[in-house]
């Protein structure tokens, strides 16, 4: 799961570990990527994201006010102090990205 905003991209890497630490490592040695932080790692016995290829989608703030549950988690950067706190909090927020935007 990949979510991508002013600049920032926020992702969930899921998969065996040795396949998931090779990837982070990419990611890291790619010059492209700048301020990498690593928010949670666990192990999962089920994957969350298996079924998700690359794909974009133009969400517009003020279409997603209107929507059911609707959160401000998409009006706040990436890199907020509130977001890096709770690892936890973004995680559901894309666990519901998902559920609710497919």
């Given at each position: 799961m990949l979510l991508y905003r002013d600049g920032n991209f926020l992702q969930v890497l899921e998969g065996p570990e040795a396949a998931v630490k090779d990837t982070l490592r990419r990611i890291e040695q790619d010059e492209r990527h700048k301020g990498i932080l690593v928010m949670k790692t666990s192990p999962i016995t089920e994957r969350n994201f298996a079924?998700?290829?690359?794909?974009f989608r133009d969400i517009s703030l003020e279409a997603l006010k209107d929507m059911e549950g609707y959160s401000p988690f998409m009006e706040m950067s990436f890199d907020s102090e509130e977001l890096?706190?709770?690892?936890d909090f973004a995680y559901r927020m894309l666990l519901q990205f998902k559920t609710r935007l497919r």
């Open positions: 079924d998700w290829t690359m794909a890096r706190s709770k690892p």
